[in-house]
Each structure stands twice: as C-alpha cells, then as structure tokens.
C-alpha cells in the first residue's frame, strides 16, 4: 500500500454526460411501483450475478493508516474516528439486495461492517439534523434523509464475502444503505455531515432523485 489517499484516474466525463442524458430523457422508467413484500426486483430493473464496478474513474488508494471518518454537523458528539478508532467498533453481519439506477440488481450481497446506528447513538443527533451530506476520498458527495440513514440493515462496510472490501468496490470503507439505489451507498467514505436542509450531491444536481427509492422507481427528479 502506498502512504497516500492517491487518485488513481481521471472524472468518466462520458458517463457523466450519458448519465445526465438517461435523467433528461426519463430512461428506464416504467411508469409503476414495485411491492417489495410480493416482488423481488424492483420495477425497470434486471438481475446480474457478477458485481459490476461503477463510480467517477477516480479509485482512490486509501491505506488504513489514513482511513478517518468524521461524523460531525447537527450532533452532540461530534466523531472523527481513525482506522483503529473503526476497528474497536463491534461489527456485524448483513445479507441483501443491491439496485443501481442504471438498471442492474443484485442478490444476497454478504457485507461485514459497522452498524451505522452504533455511530449515530455514540454521536447524538440533534433534534434539527433531517438530513446527511455524505463526501468520499474520489470527491463524490452523495445526500440522504436522515431516517433512511438510521436504518438497522444499513453498515460501513469493510468486508463482504468475509473478505476485506476490494478497493474498486469502495474498501478499506464503504456505506451500503440497501434499500436505496445504490448511488446513495458511498465508496471509500470520508465524512458525514447532519444537516437541516437538504442538499443534493453530484448525481442529484445532474438530475437524479434526493431520496432514490428504487420500489417508488424515483430515479430522477
Ligand atoms: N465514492 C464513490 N461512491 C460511489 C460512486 C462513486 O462514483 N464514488 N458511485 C455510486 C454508484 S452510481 C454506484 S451504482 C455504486 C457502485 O458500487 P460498486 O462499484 O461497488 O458496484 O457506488 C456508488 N458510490
Ligand atoms: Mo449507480
């Protein structure tokens, strides 16, 4: 590992342009909602059994003597954790379902991580934080309604399979937050910020949905 956070590529303007296209033109909407109780995947989407790699083309090098995550804005207790910090957290198990906007889904994902809720209880929200602005070592910045952040399933990831988080899927950690597509699940993430207003982050000021829930097919918006 090198001792740096080192960007290893350059911004997928091409795919960013494509991406702003699919939002203006509404593609892959059809128009219905899915039953997550009665269907499995979700409206407009199709099943894959590899596990594509999508993000900016900026794959950041991020050696664990460099790992923090912050956990600061609207709370009592601010948290700027370090690798070892992270590491003296109590870890858990989740199985689920991932949805990328762009069409793909896939099954029975096995993650390993930290419990976002452990880091919310020790942090302390204030009554006025509604929503989270999430930033990443690539530059990405991704927003959430808080309640869809305080969920039981969602974790900072840093295994999956049982083996450490691959780089190019966001290691040494990453947030997954299943219920959402998988836009709103940042890789290699650096900081979380509560906040009172919401703000989109940089697929939703290209067009895509403040919340990105993948039954209600909000896509864009
Ligand atoms: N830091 C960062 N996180 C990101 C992205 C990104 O470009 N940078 N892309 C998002 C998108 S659009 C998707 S579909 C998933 C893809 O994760 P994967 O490459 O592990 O499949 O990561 C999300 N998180
Ligand atoms: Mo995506």
Redesign the pocket.
Known sequence: MTDDAAPAGTIKDKLVRTKERWAEEGRLLTGTHGDPDRDRLPPGQRLVKD??????GIQPTVPEAKARLDLDGLVETPLSLSWQDLMAVPQETRRNDIH???QWSRYDNYWRGIPVRTLLQRARPKPEARFVAME?H?G?TTNLPLADLDRDENLLATHWDDKPLER???GPLRLVVPHLY??K????LRRITLIAEDKPGF?EVRGYHLRGDPWMEERYG
């Open positions: 596990w594509p790699v999508l993000d900016l990328c906007v762009t990443s690539d990405y190019v899927h966001g998988f836009w699940s940042p890789k290699w697929w």
